[in-house]
């Protein structure tokens, strides 16, 4: 799920014109995972308000880097603190398990705090 969503807010700032469309995948990933997920109610909780939001703003693009820069936090966030994770080892070996982190989803991380010194991070394309 995590990677999934990275790579649809990645591809949000690679194709900013269809910033929108990638969002709304993000939000349609948390909402099905949803409802297969044993720890749906604690998904829908911690990620669905800050990539609506995000959503939302994307559809307005004035104001919306702010939005997905406040989904990035949260999604990280949460697999710090209720995955009970490293997030550099999370990224480098269970989501990207010998791949690369999106480039653009690795700078809004760090963006947002995130140390991403470690993080094996693709190059721009």
């Given at each position: 799920m995590y990677k999934e969503i990275a790579?649809?807010?990645?591809?949000?700032?690679?194709?900013?014109?269809?910033?929108?469309?990638?969002?709304?995948?993000?939000?349609?990933?948390i909402v099905n995972v949803t409802t297969v997920n044993t720890e749906a109610a604690d998904i829908t909780l911690s990620l669905l308000l800050p990539i609506t939001e995000a959503y939302v703003q994307a559809r307005k693009y004035y104001q919306s880097y702010l939005y997905i820069l406040k989904a990035v936090r949260a999604i990280n966030n949460y697999v710090?603190?209720?995955?009970?994770?490293?997030?550099?080892?999370?990224v480098n070996n269970v989501s990207w398990d010998k791949g690369c982190v999106p480039y653009y989803w690795g700078?809004?991380?760090?963006?947002?705090?995130?140390?991403?010194?470690r993080w094996n991070i693709c190059s721009i394309s």
């Open positions: 790579e649809n807010f990645d591809m949000s700032q690679v194709e900013p014109s269809h910033e929108d469309i990638y969002i709304y995948n993000a939000l349609e990933i710090v603190i209720k995955d009970r994770q490293d997030l550099t080892t999370f700078k809004m991380s760090e963006q947002v705090g995130c140390d991403t010194s």
